[in-house]
């Protein structure tokens, strides 16, 4: 981008102030107007808790984990031992619980 789509005029790279929080944004040196990408306004999202459902990735041993809200395993009657298959979109990752009683056969 390297003209305001309000004015016309010149914009540049910046660091702006939104609602306390410091962001990366292109704006106009002549009227002043701010443009954001969509990865700084999930930022701001997730740094106001706009974005109730985001968690941090961690890590315990050798391992990557996340916490899932207590509210979501209720929901889905999620409980440890059970099992998340994880499917690849083109918008993310959707992981579909299951139980593990599900995936013992029969007879065993």
Not at 66 to 83: C, F, N, Q, T, W
């Amino acid at each position: 981008m390297k003209t305001c789509y309000k004015c016309g005029g010149r914009v540049e790279s910046a660091q702006c102030e939104k609602e306390g929080v410091m962001l990366k944004c292109m704006r106009c040196l002549k009227c002043g107007e701010e443009y954001f990408t969509s990865s700084e306004l999930l930022k701001f999202d997730v740094l106001t808790g706009k974005r109730k459902m985001v968690r941090k990735f961690g890590v315990l041993g050798d391992s990557t984990i996340m916490r899932i809200p207590s509210h979501v395993l209720k929901s889905y009657k999620i409980e440890a031992g059970d099992y998340g298959i994880f499917e690849e979109k083109p918008e993310g990752i959707l992981i579909k619980p299951l139980k593990a009683s599900e995936l013992k056969l029969k007879g065993s």
